[in-house]
């Protein structure tokens, strides 16, 4: 495997989204998909229920042996239309049902946000997608909002970058979590005591685990995201490069700049 500077990475992949995607496609992290019917979920080739359907995403799997440690379907949303989200690479995590990876769909299409959610390791979600916005939603604890049982309490609204709008059902959640739950005025339109909404970020897009609140971190978008480049630089007659960027470099290179942390939506 070729070793390209993460910013690359990153930032051709977002150029590639932005190629294939449609005109409303603005979004960039990954969700999973919170289906209980034993059907799946349908897969539509247009953001419509009136849409062909192009395949099914497999419902929630609960293991007999541990039936609180759902494993969701996880896809990477790429934009959203009025409640619809344009999703693709859907993908298993056989690592945890102990099973043969599930049958999925090769290609993208739209499903409704209401069969998606989200893991945030933010402590606070906001009214608007910036870090600067008031804070609407929050823990009493000031734990991060990634815990199981928000995450089966939400469901996705609409997007913006690395920012997901949530809506969440309160009367779901637990009653320790729900007495812990801060819901403030102001919060984004929609939003009600009952249902309260707030923009997250630092999305982590690993199930079993937590992240540093980067999607693109995963190890499955940087392997993405290098056979991608390389396939671009072949396509350009441009040499490969041979040496990993983290490996001991000449005294004349410098290595690559590092991506900030919380890159700006």
């Given at each position: ?93 056989e690592q945890l049902t102990g099973q043969p990876p599930r049958a999925l769909p090769a290609g993208d299409g739209w ?155």
């Amino acid at each position: 495997m070729h070793h390209f500077p993460r910013a690359l990475l990153f930032a051709t992949a977002a150029l590639l989204a932005a190629t294939n995607a449609s005109a409303g496609d603005r979004c960039a992290f990954g969700a999973f998909v919170q289906e209980d019917d034993p059907a799946g979920l349908n897969l539509r080739a247009a953001p419509s229920l009136q849409a062909h359907v192009v395949g099914q995403l497999p419902p929630t799997f609960v293991p007999a042996d541990s039936p609180g440690l759902p494993v969701r379907i996880a896809v990477d949303v790429l934009g959203d239309d009025a409640g619809w989200f344009h999703v693709a690479h859907a993908h298993d995590a056989e690592q945890l049902t102990g099973q043969p990876p599930r049958a999925l769909p090769a290609g993208d299409g739209w499903v409704s946000g209401r069969k998606l959610t989200v893991k945030s390791q933010a402590t606070q979600g906001r009214a608007s997608p910036d870090a600067s916005a008031a804070a609407v939603l929050a823990l009493g604890d000031g734990d991060s909002l990634d815990g199981d049982a928000i995450v089966a309490a939400s469901h996705l609204v609409a997007c913006r970058g690395r920012w997901a709008l949530v809506e969440l059902d309160a009367a779901r959640l637990p009653d320790d979590v729900r007495a812990q739950l801060k819901v403030s005025t102001g919060g984004p339109s929609g939003s009600t005591a009952a249902h309260p909404r707030a923009w997250l970020d630092r999305l982590c897009a690993v199930q079993e685990t937590s992240c540093d609140g980067a999607t693109r971190n995963s190890p499955r978008f940087a392997v993405a995201g290098e056979a991608a480049i390389a396939a671009i630089l072949g396509r350009l007659r441009i040499p490969l490069p041979t040496r990993p960027w983290n490996s001991p470099a000449s005294s004349s290179s410098s290595p690559p700049p590092a991506a900030p942390a919380n890159p700006p939506s």
